[in-house]
Each structure stands twice: as C-alpha cells, then as structure tokens.
C-alpha cells in the first residue's frame, strides 16, 4: 500500500489498483507514466527515508532495470535507470538507508520464446553460469556512482534484510546454486536447495557465510527492524516454519504434522511492541486429513510451540499465492 493506495503486483507487468475496503479492481495504472514496462511484487520499505522503493525490469533492444521511489508524501519517482547486459530476471532486490542492492544473475531471458509463446515458464530462462553473477550497488543520494562487483555465479529469489555495518553493506539472503528452483515451482523435484546466507559487501570485495541450511524460503523479519541488524528471521522450512536467532546461531523449528502444508510466514508486530520479536506469525496452512485450510497465528519467539489460534475455512484454499503482505 501507498500513501492510502492499494495495489496488487506481479513483476512482469504495471500494477493493478484495488479499492483498499471492498478490493474491488480500479485498473492497472503506470504511477502517471512512470512505470515503463514492469513493477516487481517485491517493494522495499526504508523507514528512515519515509519511502518505499521498487524495481522494474524493460526488455528491448536496450534491456533496464528501473528503481522507483514512493515517498510518503509526494509524487513518485524514477530514482535511476540501470542497463543490464541481457534481459534476465530479477525477482527481488534488498534496500539499506543508504544503498539499493541488486543481484543479477545469469539466468538468460530468450526473448524468441516469450514472443512465440514456446514453453512454459521455466523454458523461458537458460542458465549460463560462466557468465558469473554481479552485484550493483546504488548509493540513494547519489545514484549516478554505481559499484558493480563481479562474483561467481548463483541465484536469489528472495532478500530477508539489508543493513549498514561500519563502512560495508551486510545482506541475508536465501541463496541457490543455480536456477533449477524454478523449474520445482511446476512440481518437479527441488535438485539444488537454499540455505539462508549472509553476504558482506566489502568495498569491492564479496564474503558469504552460511548461517542455517533448515530454513530455506520466503524470509520475514520485523518491520521494527528492516534497515537495522535484525536478531531475528522468520523462514519457511521444508517441513513447517521456524524462527533464526542470528545473535545465538539457534534454530526455533515447528515442523508441521503429516497432511499439513504451511505457507510462507508474514510477521505482525504488537501494537507499541518495544523489541523486533515481539509480535505474531501468520501462516496459511493446508489440513490435508479435513480437506480445509486454516490461517495459523504463532507466538513469533515460541516457534516451536505451534499455532496459538487457527482460524478455520470452510474449503481448502492452494499453496501458490505468494507476495508482500499488508499485514
């Protein structure tokens, strides 16, 4: 949502407006001609800046990656418009007080295909992996003096945090070797999992560390703490959801009983809540056994525990639907 407006994304077109009470559909909209192609469903807030940032990708002759800026009050802008060196995909991006990070990885846009409409979605994307990946870095208050790093290649769906740490650029990440994800999203065997990683940007030099191999998706911290160290990521694990403690190095895992499916967490802060942990996780649950889903609300520091309250439907409802919440 923005400055009282409600819209519903997809990165591989403009955004759809919603009425925010009856979400009835209002259109899809540019922003006033801002948006040339695409908005991605994965905008950035920064609290210290008062505005949410966004990216958008642009295939042609010249292939771009926009960054937009949605401010509090005030119009909407194009912040910078990067060129990249082939139409590629890029699904999220992690934003800091001070940087915008993207990460372009070598998974190759065949445009022949999307034209013709041949194949699916994954057949789309080639993965070339002695391309190597790179790292743009966009300072926000001086977005002409980008840093673009090179590293080996591997692919990100999604960021859980950024932040700024004595000089250097430190970003969680869920990290995969390769592009083989994308073809699990069909239902094929996962060949190559995620593990939570943390990437360190150093001033042109690049360090990872990995912090937890059992949580591996759709990463959530508190809105108390974007932009800040957080102590805490809320991740979907294979067998159910759980809860990284970065200070101890600890797991918090609930794993879900037989017939059940968890979707991805979103975490709800307490109202006036005095620390990042103090809140709720919500899930989206499929029951197998009753044919029903139910939304799970967890105490977001006892993990473990289970769900606190489920709140039933009459009909189960698919495990497909993914995003950034307004919660």
Request: aromatic fraction near 10%; charge should be negative.
């Amino acid at each position: 949502s923005w400055q009282g407006r409600l819209f519903g994304l997809m990165e591989g077109a403009t955004p759809t407006e919603v009425d925010p009470e009856t979400l009835e559909t209002l259109g899809a909209t540019d922003l006033d001609g801002l948006i040339p192609q695409a908005f991605s469903a994965h905008p950035r807030r920064c609290p210290a800046r008062k505005s949410i940032f966004n990216l958008g990708l642009s295939y042609g002759r010249q292939n771009t990656l926009d960054l937009f800026g949605l401010p509090e009050t005030g119009k909407a802008r194009r912040v910078t418009t990067l060129e990249l060196p082939y139409a590629t995909l890029v699904h999220d991006f992690a934003i800091t007080d001070k940087h915008a990070i993207f990460l372009i990885s070598p998974a190759v846009l065949q445009l022949w295909r999307a034209i013709l409409q041949v194949g699916g979605f994954a057949d789309l994307f080639r993965w070339e992996p002695e391309r190597g990946s790179e790292l743009i870095v966009v300072p926000l208050d001086e977005p002409s003096k980008v840093r673009r790093i090179q590293v080996d290649a591997f692919w990100v769906w999604h960021f859980a945090n950024a932040f700024e740490q004595g000089g250097d650029i430190v970003l969680d990440m869920c990290r995969y070797k390769d592009l083989s994800s994308l073809d699990a999203i069909g239902g094929n065997e996962l060949t190559s999992p995620s593990a939570l990683v943390r990437g360190r940007i150093s001033k042109n030099r690049f360090t990872t560390e990995v912090l937890t191999k059992d949580l591996q998706e759709f990463p959530s911290a508190s809105p108390l703490a974007l932009t800040k160290e957080n102590k805490h990521t809320w991740m979907q694990g294979p067998n159910g959801l759980g809860r990284f403690d970065h200070e101890r190095g600890e797991q918090d895992l609930w794993n879900n009983p037989n017939g059940q499916l968890a979707s991805e967490p979103v975490f709800v802060p307490r109202p006036k809540a005095a620390h990042e942990g103090e809140g709720w996780v919500l899930s989206l649950i499929l029951d197998g056994p009753s044919d029903k889903s139910f939304l799970g609300v967890f105490d977001a520091m006892n993990m473990a525990e289970g769900p606190k309250a489920k709140l039933w439907f009459d009909q189960r409802i698919p495990l497909t639907f993914h995003g950034q919440f307004v919660a």
